[in-house]
């Protein structure tokens, strides 16, 4: 069974340039996550999508970032524009519901450099 | 906001000692989870407790919830260079189970 796929894994920009990730759940996973993690430290979250709803987006800097998820599969992350301090590992998870306990299947995360 | 803390930050040991890794909070969690995380990849579960007081054991690995559930500690035994990473645990909220805070992140590097 695939895992969680993101693309790109890597990202040079410079500020003030758009970005946008893209991320591919787990088949049959219908909860999906945005992660944002720094240098050594936890992941915080960004938004959680159940299908294609936007049910927990207060941690999302809304005057730059926008999300979405369109027939509650793939979904992209978009930062525009992205400022220094967005420098960091953008993380994708889905789960198979949000559920108690379920366990959240991370994919390998891609790494955004602004310079 | 609910924190996690965890500690030590860093961790560096020799292959075969023993370590404890320490996530504590002021708030109670419905349930912990406890991810190891390596370079360049995305967090993996190790263990979700849910009871207060619950032990689990993985392999060489021992993990406890605290009886209040505001706290947990990751055992590792006889380390190896494999289990060199990054330690998160994460809490999730009574109502909310999906929705994880995690730790500030132990990072363990064990040496031949």
């Known amino acids: 069974e695939a895992g969680v796929v993101q693309s790109p894994r890597y990202k040079i920009i410079e500020k003030k340039q758009p970005v946008a990730f893209w991320c591919n759940p787990i088949?049959?996973?219908?909860?999906l996550y945005w992660y944002r993690q720094n240098l050594g430290q936890g992941p915080e979250l960004l938004i959680r999508?159940?299908?294609?709803?936007?049910?927990?987006d207060s941690q999302l800097p809304k005057d730059r970032f926008s999300a979405e998820r369109l027939k509650g599969v793939d979904s992209t992350l978009k930062i525009q524009p992205a400022e220094l301090g967005d420098s960091a590992v953008y993380l994708c998870?889905?789960?198979?519901?949000?559920?108690?306990?379920?366990?959240?299947?991370f994919g390998p995360g891609t790494r955004l450099t602004v310079l | 906001t609910q924190l996690l803390e965890q500690s030590p930050q860093f961790l560096s040991i020799q292959e075969g000692e023993n370590l404890t890794v320490y996530c504590n909070s002021s708030?109670?969690?419905?349930?912990l989870q406890w991810y190891r995380q390596e370079p360049g990849e995305g967090p993996v579960l190790l263990v979700t407790?849910?009871?207060?007081?619950e032990v689990k054991k993985l392999k060489r690995l021992t993990f406890q919830f605290g009886d209040a559930r505001k706290d947990s500690s990751l055992h590792i035994t006889a380390a190896q260079p494999g289990d060199t990473g990054l330690y998160l645990c994460?809490?999730?909220?009574?109502?909310?189970?999906?929705?994880?805070?995690f730790g500030t992140g132990t990072r363990l590097q064990v040496t031949l």
């Open positions: 998870a889905s789960s198979l519901d949000s559920g108690s306990y379920n366990e959240q299947f």
């Open positions: 088949s049959g996973h219908n909860t």
């Open positions: 999508y159940e299908n294609e709803e936007a049910v927990d």
């Open positions: 708030s109670v969690f419905s349930s």
């Open positions: 407790v849910v009871t207060g007081g």
């Open positions: 994460a809490g999730a909220n009574t109502g909310t189970a999906s929705k994880l805070t």
